[in-house]
């Protein structure tokens, strides 16, 4: 979509270009028409550049290692709420770095070792129709469609919305900023 906008913009400024081209070498070129003629075309240039920065600073709001760990927590989730890992100490070392002060890590790895055979417990006890979990609504359906899961696997939970809070606390904070700026 931006390609094409750009490639309109592109249109639309080597139209104005020749234009303004014409009316300079014209006989009857007025001063009036020639400074509208090159205002056009400074708006069109001024759209660009604010392509270009918000395409630069989109790719860099997307491309910061918060969503890559953001990614390794999702992955686990899915992971152990599917079927517990083999390997859940070396996927929780790195969660660590998500989550160091807030989570007893030694809780969540036995909560983690559980918490596949409770949700296949909940999904068949209410009949839920999933055959497995693959998204993080689904986990948080099944959470809250019985209230001892949020009990039962309190440091699972805490991790869960720590999960679904940063990226709105993250982009509340970077509005409060870009409004100082």
Do not use: W
């Not at 009036?32 to 001024?46: F, G, K, M, R, V």
């Not at 999702?74 to 969660?95: A, T």
């Not at 055959?131 to 805490?158: H, R, W």
Request: hydrophobic fraction near 40%; aromatic fraction near 8%.
């Amino acid at each position: 979509m931006i390609s094409k906008e750009k490639g309109r913009v592109g249109c639309l400024i080597f139209t104005n270009t020749e234009k303004l081209s014409r009316i300079l070498q014209g006989s009857n070129c007025c001063l009036q028409d020639i400074l509208c003629a090159a205002e056009t075309i400074i708006n069109y240039c001024s759209r660009i550049r604010v392509l270009d920065v918000i395409i630069n600073m989109l790719q860099i709001r997307f491309s910061r290692t918060s969503f890559k760990l953001l990614y390794d927590v999702e992955k686990f989730f899915l992971d152990v709420s599917n079927d517990p890992l083999d390997e859940i100490h070396d996927r929780i070392q790195l969660l660590m770095e998500f989550c160091t002060r807030d989570i007893n890590v030694e809780k969540l790895k036995v909560q983690a070792h559980m918490i596949s055979d409770f949700f296949k417990s909940v999904i068949t006890t209410k009949q839920m129709k999933i055959k497995q979990i693959t998204k993080m609504s689904t986990i948080c359906e099944v959470l809250k469609s019985v209230d001892i899961g949020k009990q039962m696997f309190p440091e699972y939970y805490k991790l869960m919305k720590l999960y679904l809070i940063i990226p709105v606390t993250t982009a509340t904070a970077e509005r409060t900023f870009n409004a100082l700026n």
